[in-house]
């Protein structure tokens, strides 16, 4: 059994906040998939059987039966998928899960917890047994936008982040925070405050991470690459500085990430996924 996805992006005003929305069924090309710290949030509606999650080297797996909210991480995380999967859900802005959160996204930086622990027991139990009685994904994906939108609120501070993160992410983290600090008209400790509360983590971090994904993007793994160039067209002070952070969000050296990319197109190629989950196995 193949691997179906279906994504579109939502409607307005939920399009400000979310990338797209998805749908995934089939049998994923392997086990356990590693995906790098990317700019972005991630809700997970499961409608199979339970996932594992392990954010980060010093935390346990925990499993998912009823999805999971994932606010913008700073490290890889591990996935461990059951054969087959199935579930909706939506890749969202690092600002974008905040109306939705009955909790500032600090708390949850690097630390998933259930849809459950966000919406409610009841809430998504109804939501789950809306999707599994929908006629196909696009009805599925339909349901939830139409949960999503119903859900929707006033977040305060939103505005000032939304606009200051999206300035991050047009430049690729190559902006100075003073500079969108003083654009913004706020102090750099409200500023820093007001991410911390709907992103997870500061300005300043959240450049970082768009400069790293940024440049790992840019990495063809079929082809010889001069990682000194490629670490000095990014920004970066030296190619030793350009190792150091790889291994910070990845756990990986340059040098592994390329072997384990070409795993995936070597064992997989064309296939849906590939570009950037990665094999874990």
Same mark, same amino acid.
């Given at each position: 059994?193949?691997?179906?996805?279906?994504?579109?992006?939502?409607?307005?005003?939920?399009?400000?906040?979310?990338?797209?929305?998805?749908?995934?069924?089939?049998?994923?090309?392997?086990?356990?998939?590693?995906?790098?710290?990317?700019?972005?949030?991630?809700?997970?509606?499961?409608?199979?059987?339970?996932?594992?999650?392990?954010?980060?080297?010093?935390?346990? /797996?925990?499993?998912?039966?009823?999805?999971?909210?994932?606010? $913008?991480?700073?490290?890889?995380? %591990?996935?461990?998928?059951?054969?087959?999967?199935?579930?909706?859900?939506?890749?969202?802005?690092?600002?974008?899960?905040?109306?939705?959160? *009955? $909790?500032?996204?600090? %708390?949850?930086?690097?630390?998933?917890?259930?849809?459950?622990?966000?919406?409610?027991? *009841?809430?998504?139990?109804?939501?789950?047994?809306?999707?599994?009685?929908?006629?196909?994904?696009?009805? $599925?994906?339909?349901?939830?936008?139409?949960?999503?939108?119903?859900?929707? +609120?006033?977040? @305060?501070?939103?505005?000032?982040?939304?606009?200051?993160?999206?300035?991050?992410?047009?430049? +690729? +983290?190559?902006?100075?925070?003073?500079?969108?600090?003083?654009?913004?008209?706020?102090? /750099?400790?409200?500023?820093?405050?007001?991410?911390?509360?709907?992103?997870?983590?500061?300005?300043?971090?959240? @450049?970082?991470?768009?400069?790293?994904?940024?440049? $790992?993007?840019?990495?063809?793994?079929?082809?010889?690459?001069?990682?000194?160039?490629? @670490?000095?067209?990014?920004?970066?002070?030296?190619?030793?500085?350009?190792?150091?952070?790889?291994?910070?969000?990845?756990?990986?050296?340059?040098?592994?990430?390329? %072997?384990?990319?070409?795993?995936?197109?070597?064992?997989?190629? +064309?296939?849906?996924?590939?570009?950037?989950?990665?094999?874990?196995?």
């Amino acid at each position: 059994m193949s691997v179906e996805y279906v994504s579109r992006v939502p409607r307005p005003p939920l399009d400000r906040l979310i990338d797209d929305l998805y749908y995934l069924e089939g049998v994923p090309p392997y086990a356990r998939l590693m995906l790098p710290p990317a700019p972005g949030a991630l809700l997970i509606v499961n409608l199979g059987a339970p996932f594992r999650i392990r954010a980060g080297g010093d935390l346990e /797996s925990a499993d998912y039966a009823d999805g999971c909210v994932v606010t $913008m991480p700073t490290r890889a995380y %591990e996935f461990g998928y059951p054969i087959p999967t199935r579930s909706v859900g939506a890749h969202v802005k690092p600002w974008g899960l905040a109306p939705f959160l *009955p $909790m500032p996204a600090a %708390e949850l930086c690097d630390r998933p917890v259930t849809i459950e622990q966000v919406w409610g027991r *009841p809430a998504v139990a109804g939501l789950r047994d809306r999707l599994a009685a929908a006629d196909g994904p696009h009805e $599925m994906l339909t349901l939830l936008e139409q949960e999503l939108m119903r859900r929707l +609120g006033e977040t @305060a501070g939103l505005g000032l982040v939304r606009h200051t993160g999206s300035v991050i992410a047009a430049t +690729g +983290g190559a902006v100075a925070i003073g500079d969108l600090r003083t654009a913004a008209g706020v102090s /750099s400790t409200h500023l820093a405050q007001r991410f911390k509360s709907l992103v997870g983590v500061t300005p300043k971090r959240l @450049a970082r991470s768009y400069r790293f994904t940024t440049t $790992m993007l840019t990495i063809d793994p079929a082809g010889p690459i001069d990682w000194g160039e490629l @670490a000095a067209r990014a920004g970066y002070f030296d190619q030793a500085h350009f190792g150091h952070e790889f291994r910070a969000f990845t756990g990986l050296t340059p040098t592994r990430y390329v %072997e384990v990319r070409q795993r995936f197109l070597r064992e997989h190629p +064309g296939h849906v996924l590939e570009g950037w989950p990665l094999p874990a196995d």
